[in-house]
């Protein structure tokens, strides 16, 4: 596989696995045959798409041991960063529900927040940023006060959003429009469940057919700023693989608005069945087209171009500069001229894909 090491796939694969699966035999001897320059680029291009903490969780202690040092040191570092950050994050968002509900206030708990309480097995196996809440429009004044209380201070208004730091430094989004299912009932697109991380006894956050569309919505629309992130994949295959019995055609439809959204639903579907292993579930497996699929190569070389240099400018300078800049970036892949050329054909790639997804929407009844 060229781009790709044996291990990354594996990996991969792994981290999308569910705890009671019997262990991956494919891992293992990833892992017994992977030299040391191996793992070296295996934890570059897992801590550039924010993977490194779910990778400790997927390979466990006794393959972790087995892994050089460096590798091992990263990943137990990042594991235990993120399990402090989401720690934190958890019991200010424990606070901030209890005092929203207090004003009769019932938020949507979105993003990092919601999967992390929803689809992952460990508090430290997804990395958070910002914990995202949505409230109706007319709530959000109140809801501002009930955050001044416990000693939220605003940061900065954004045209659907409230940007709001707290006493910890944790940074709280409230939004008050969500453009992906506006004029939709809450109902529609949202249900109530148990958090795995937070002391409070619900949560409501997105049903599985909006949460998967929301996702896909959100990787088209960053992915020319950082590039296709492996961590917006994975999250989108732990969707298909837990309630993906739960995702209907019919209730996707009414959701995706374009050609464009309906061809990168059918791109990320076909990459976690082919990449990640992830079946696809059978509802979607009979409602949904071939086309062109995404391929690690192409995620891997989204993310080394676009996260190092988003305008063809910065990159043409980051380029000339590689001869004579640092060559050990732990945080990041280095792009290399060849990704530049590769661009096109993975455009032309996508532009493919986009023409049999339109055709298949034409011809639906």
Same mark, same amino acid.
């Given at each position: 596989?060229s ?25 293992a001897?990833?892992? $017994? ?13 897992? $801590?550039?798409?924010?993977? &490194? ?22 990943v137990?570092?990042?594991?235990? +960063? ?9 019991? %200010? ?18 993003k %990092?927040?919601?999967? *992390? ?12 940023g ?12 109140r ?10 201070r ?6 659907d959003?409230?940007?709001? @730091?707290g *006493? ?7 939004a008050?429009?969500?453009? *992906?299912?506006?004029?939709?009932p809450?109902?529609? /697109? ?11 006894? !619900? ?10 569309v929301?996702? @896909? @919505?959100?990787?088209?629309? !960053?992915?020319?700023?950082?590039? !296709? ?10 969707v298909?693989?837990?309630?993906g019995d ?17 061809? /990168? ?17 059978? +509802?979607l497996?009979? %409602? ?7 391929? &690690?190569?192409? @995620? ?11 305008? $063809?400018?910065?990159?043409?300078? =980051? ?5 004579f %800049?640092?060559?050990? =970036? ?12 590769? &661009? ?6 996508? =532009? ?6 339109a ?7």
């Amino acid at each position: 596989m060229s781009g790709a090491t044996l291990l990354v796939p594996a990996l991969l694969r792994a981290c999308c696995r569910r705890d009671g699966d019997p262990p991956d035999p494919d891992l293992a001897k990833a892992a $017994a045959a992977a030299p040391t320059e191996e793992w070296a680029r295996t934890a570059a291009i897992f $801590a550039s798409h924010r993977l &490194l903490p779910l990778a400790g969780h997927a390979l466990g202690e006794e393959l972790l041991e087995q892994a050089p040092a460096p590798f091992a040191d990263a990943v137990r570092a990042a594991f235990r +960063a993120t399990f402090v950050r989401n720690f934190v994050a958890m019991r %200010g968002l424990d606070d901030v529900l209890a005092a929203l509900r207090v004003e009769g206030i019932e938020p949507v708990v979105l993003k %990092g927040a919601a999967l *992390v309480n929803t689809l992952y097995p460990a508090l430290a196996a997804r990395p958070m940023g910002d914990v995202d809440l949505l409230v109706e429009e007319g709530e959000r004044e109140r809801a501002a006060a009930a955050l001044a209380r416990l000693g939220v201070r605003r940061a900065a208004q954004e045209e659907d959003a409230t940007n709001f @730091v707290g *006493v910890d430094g944790q940074k709280l989004d409230l939004a008050h429009r969500f453009r *992906v299912f506006e004029e939709r009932p809450r109902a529609s /697109w949202t249900e109530t469940v148990k958090p795995r991380f937070l002391s409070s006894s !619900h949560i409501t956050t997105l049903e599985p057919n909006a949460l998967l569309v929301h996702l @896909v @919505v959100h990787m088209n629309g !960053h992915r020319r700023e950082v590039g !296709h992130l492996l961590a917006w994949l994975v999250d989108a295959a732990l969707v298909l693989r837990d309630p993906g019995d739960r995702l209907e055609r019919g209730r996707l439809e009414p959701l995706l608005r374009d050609d464009e959204a309906w061809t /990168w639903l059918v791109r990320t579907v076909a990459f976690a069945r082919d990449v990640l292993d992830v079946p696809t579930p059978g +509802a979607l497996a009979r %409602g949904l087209p071939d086309c062109t699929p995404l391929t &690690l190569d192409e @995620v891997l070389r989204s993310r080394r171009v676009h996260a190092s240099a988003p305008t $063809a400018a910065r990159l043409l300078g =980051r380029l000339l500069a590689l001869p004579f %800049g640092r060559a050990d =970036r732990p945080d990041e892949e280095r792009p290399a001229f060849g990704d530049v050329l590769a &661009l096109a054909g993975d455009d032309a790639r996508e =532009r493919r894909a986009r023409r049999a997804v339109a055709r298949w929407r034409r011809a639906q009844p």
